[in-house]
């Protein structure tokens, strides 16, 4: 159980707890078990504090989507272990799933059921029933701003309502870790706006926020750290200004590209 | 393992999973339809179609006469005679004649319990003309009876209630079951199982692929539930849907035959004949149902999965169409089949006929297949690999259906073929395509050294013991299921006339006829089948999956539907024996001695034929001590090898590059 109590954003580093830490993750797709599999996470080491906002960068098939669904135990690592609000994501996968809030482009909600009737199944699978569950709907409800919708199946709502929902979904059961694969994808300008300012909002809360993007502005204003992942390997991780003196590139986009080039330098060195 | 994940289930959960799953399924169109109006308005339109085809057909001008018989002397017999227009009339009138087809209806005058005499007519209900004719007479002999009564009652002082009754009646001479006015037995069968798998179906394609497809079940992953937990609420909403189309079905069922009961005045479906109906389809629900899963729940998108339950449904339409004609029997053997048992069974039940023996052995083994089905499925699917399809394991289900079925459609379109074949083509072709050019292919595609093939190491005492007695075993569960069978598929004589034709080849005496017929292929086929690939598969494979597939091989090489199911029997014998003997040369004794012993028992010029020791094993009457007998002897290599020996390897395999 988590025990400490949230500090405030002021706190250093090291005073922070440590919501997620991964060691050595791997991950192999093996469709066969006589035939060579293929390696799409190698050897992740990460740790991501209350608090803070890491972020994954790399190209399309770098590996973070895979990552994410490690650390959500959606799949399970072939090497390698990572911990998630004290637990392990192998041995008590349900006791992580209880403390994460994971949002993807993979994962929808019912287009059947109404907000109310979808906050309500997930509320119940995560223990809350009576009048805490409704109270707690209602708080999410507002704090999100679903009144209105509340009672419309999904079907019938448009893209930046349902990713309300979605969101609504993630933070019901007060999560301290968010998983957030690619928030912004298929969002307009208005609704990519109000989930950055979201994600902001959980970071100032005390949450732990790990995500993945491939849009730099967004990775530039939010991050702590930033992570940079590329064939499956984690190259590179520091804060932005550590990035930058690395490469000696000042925007993100360049700090990016040298990096990238420089871990596929580095895999063809080691081939 | 079933009961390991029920135990650890949280039903709060399950609860709330369940309540979901309902929730969402009814709110989908395609199910509504698919599993309440669809069952529940079928029997009321194919009565009213039915009815209105009918009525059109009498209508339409008649080009023949009705052959009509007449026997006894009665006035409003000479008066129908008159009235009836488009009969010839005969003098005669026999049950015989009408059931030959001489005649198409009998006007016989009988006398009623007070000595009034009264008009039978005789009709045969499995011919349509019979019947058209009995309504021509039926028509007539109302008119004339409204007319008489009429004028009894124009005249004075006569009260209608003392007037006699109708005076005629009709009897019905065909078979129940062959009547075509009697069409329940015939279709609900088909029916149901058709309604069944298409409402089950469209829920098992929204609760799995389609969620798949959808990305809520990646959503369901990540909440704090077991993986085995959502497919458990899944089957069971799977299963519900079913459930609900079957008693909308019976509802429908029950509807027409209600309307019926105020057109013809006929008796209703009673009460209790729906709830054993009902009874009777749970078995089958789950059947359906785990089967879908099992199919489905491999495919990533819906229309992968439309594809994969296409093959599925003509297949399982298949049995309960079978099951419609009057000529398959209900017994022991037929319970047994998957799909045809409970089609069965509704057959037998609705005509009154409740035979408990074979309706227990259809439950017992339908169960039994379910748990075995359902078993492979949450194997694989318990997992959030195997449920999301990560696992690479994604539509090998419905190929491995695919395979099969059209497996066993080149069975039966090949089959004739090799039937008009000379004896020794009939023996040699299929070893060659089955046998001979599999096994060259497999060894090129495997990097296997032919040449290291036959090299196995040699067998024991104790294995060639072993092998003797288990082809003794193996010959008598043979002839068992011959027997067992015999009503539907019986053995046809290629076999003994294969073994007489090569008998009466001058050059061959009985030994050389028994090496080609006996000894040969079960060498070929034991090389092919467990020196190669039950080997091969037991490396990619647990082994119960690698003894099921060879042993539905090496029975569809056989090429015979009369066959299947004892090569069946033999290939999972053959295959343990390999596994549990870990000597290869055991399967090909047991193979051939089986072979030799059951054309030297039952062909004629054979040393055993007719001897003392066929006569007792494999002619005698007693079914079920041979069965034991069998299945000991079978059963012999689980005791005698000790269980923790596994499988060596028989062939190296070369590096890969």
Known sequence: MIEAAIEGPGATKTERRSLVRAAGLTKVFQPNKNELGVTAVRDVTL??????????????????????????????????????????????????????????????????????????????????????????????????????????????????????????????????????????????????GAMIDFIEAMKHGGKCVIFSTHILTEAERLCDEIGILNAGRLHAVGTLEQLRERTGEAYLDAVFRALCREASIEDAARL | MIAMFSRQWNRHRLRVLLRKEVKDLARDRKVIVAALLLPALLFPALLVFSSQFLTASRLAPQTFLYRIGVTGNNPLLDELIAVTRGASWATHGRIEDVTSGDLDAVVKQTRDSDGRPELSILFDGSRAISINAKELLERNLEHLF????????????????????????????????ARTQDHIPRFLPMLLILVLISASAFAALDLFPGERERGTLETLLV???????????????????????????????????????????????????????????????????????????????????????????????????????????????TACLPLAGPALAFREVIHGNFDFAPIFTMVAMTTAITLFVLHGAVKHLSTEEGLLCDDGSAGRGGRALVLVLFSILLVFSLSPFFRNMPAISRIALPLVFFVGLPAILFCRWAGMSQRKLLLAPPPGFRDVVIGLSTGLGLALLATCIGELQRNLL????????????????????????????????????????????????????????????????????????????????????????????????????????????????????????????????????????????????????????????????????????
């Not at chain 1, 608090?51 to 490690?70: C, I």
């Not at chain 1, 392990?88 to 109404?114: D, K, Q």
């Not at chain 1, 907000?115 to 507002?142: N, P």
């Open chain 1, 47 to 192: 740790t991501c504090r209350e608090n803070e906002v890491f972020g994954l960068l790399g190209p399309n098939g770098a590996g973070k989507t895979t990552t994410l669904r490690m650390l959500s135990t959606v799949l399970p690592p072939t090497q390698g272990t990572a911990n998630v609000a004290g637990f392990s994501v192998i041995r008590n996968p349900e006791e992580v799933r209880a403390r994460i809030g994971f949002l993807s482009g993979n994962t929808a909600l019912y287009p059947r059921l109404t907000v109310r009737e979808t906050l309500d199944f997930f509320g119940s699978l995560h223990g809350l029933s009576g009048i805490a569950l409704e109270e707690r709907i209602d708080t999410v409800l507002d704090a999100l701003d679903m009144h209105d919708y509340a009672d419309r199946r999904l079907e019938h709502l448009s893209t930046g309502m349902t990713q309300k929902a979605n969101i609504g979904r993630t933070l019901l059961h007060d999560p301290p870790v968010l998983i957030l694969d690619e928030p912004t994808s298929g969002l307009d300008v208005l609704g990519a």
């Open chain 2, 146 to 177: 409204r007319k008489h009564r009429k004028r009894a009652l124009a005249r004075a002082n006569i009260d209608a209630a003392s007037l006699p009754g109708r005076a005629f009646d009709f009897l019905d001479i065909s078979v129940q079951s």
């Open chain 2, 223 to 333: 909440q704090p539930l077991r993986p085995s937990e959502a497919l458990g609420a899944k089957f069971i909403a799977v299963f519900s849907v079913g459930i609900i189309a079957v008693v909308a079905n019976l509802f429908g069922l029950w509807l027409m035959t209600w309307m019926k009961s105020l057109a013809l005045e006929t008796a209703g479906i009673s009460v209790y004949l729906l709830l054993t109906l009902f009874l009777l389809c749970l078995p089958l629900c789950l059947f359906v149902s785990a089967c879908l899963v099992r199919v489905v729940a491999r495919a990533r998108s819906v229309k992968e999965g439309q594809h994969y339950l296409l093959p599925l449904t003509l297949a399982c339409l298949l049995p309960p169409f079978l099951a419609g004609s009057p000529h398959v029997p209900f017994d022991m053997f």
């Open chain 2, 490 to 657: 019986p053995m046809p004589q290629v076999f003994k006339d294969d073994a007489r034709t090569l008998l009466g080849h001058p050059p061959l005496g009985w030994p050389v006829a028994l090496l080609l017929l006996a000894v040969l292929p079960a060498l070929l086929e034991e090389l092919l089948y467990r020196r190669l690939l039950l080997t091969r598969l037991l490396d990619r494979k647990d082994p119960s999956r690698a003894l099921l597939v060879t042993a539905a091989l090496f029975a569809v090489h056989h090429l015979s539907i009369f066959r299947f199911f004892p090569t069946v029997v033999a290939g999972l014998v053959l295959g343990f024996l390999v596994i549990r003997s870990r000597c290869f040369w055991t399967s090909p004794i047991a193979h051939a001695t089986s072979n030799a012993l059951i054309v030297m028992s039952t062909v004629k010029g054979f040393p055993l034929f007719n001897s003392f020791f066929a006569a007792v094993l494999l002619e005698s009457q007693f079914l079920e001590v041979r069965l034991l007998f069998g299945l000991l002897l079978v059963a012999a290599p689980w005791f005698v090898y000790p269980r923790t020996r596994a499988v060596q390897p028989a062939v190296a395999v070369a590096p890969a590059g």
